[in-house]
Nanobody, 115 residues
Framework: QVQVVESGGGLVQPGGSLRLSCAGS????????MGWYRQAPGKQRELVAS???????NYADSVKGRFTISRDNAKNTVFLQMNSLKPEDTAVYYC?????????WGQGTQVTVSS
C-alpha cells in the first residue's frame, strides 16, 4: 500500500526559510508527478508546485522565485525549499504523488509564518 509522509513544517518569521520533505513508499513502481498543495483556513486547496519524473517543474505564480521543488527519484522523495516566506504562505501543506494512474495524499504539515 502506498504511503506518503511529509515532514519539515513549523513556525517561521516573515522572510525566513523552511524545507519540506515528502517520502513515498509501498510501491515497486516509480512515482510519476510529485507535488505540493496548500490549504489556508477558509480557502480551497491550491497547487504550490509540482515536478515530473523527468524534472519538469510547475509553480503557482504566488511562489515563483521564492520556492523551489526538487526530487530524489532513487528515494521517491520530493522537497520544497521555501525562502522569503510571507504571512500569506501560512497553510497546511500537503504532498501529492501520482503512480499508475491515481494519486495519493499525505496527512499534511502546518507552516505558519508569523512574527
Amino acid at each position: 500500500q502506498v504511503q506518503v509522509v511529509e515532514s519539515g513544517g513549523g513556525l517561521v518569521q516573515p522572510g525566513g526559510s523552511l524545507r519540506l520533505s515528502c517520502a513515498g513508499s509501498g510501491s515497486i513502481f516509480s512515482f510519476d508527478v510529485m507535488g505540493w498543495y496548500r490549504q489556508a483556513p477558509g480557502k480551497q486547496r491550491e497547487l504550490v508546485a509540482s515536478i515530473t519524473g523527468g524534472g519538469s517543474t510547475n509553480y503557482a505564480d504566488s511562489v515563483k522565485g521564492r520556492f523551489t521543488i526538487s526530487r530524489d527519484n532513487a528515494k521517491n522523495t520530493v522537497f520544497l525549499q521555501m525562502n522569503s516566506l510571507k504571512p500569506e504562505d501560512t497553510a497546511v501543506y500537503y504532498c501529492n504523488v501520482w503512480i499508475i494512474g491515481r494519486d495519493y495524499w499525505g496527512q499534511g504539515t502546518q507552516v505558519t509564518v508569523s512574527s
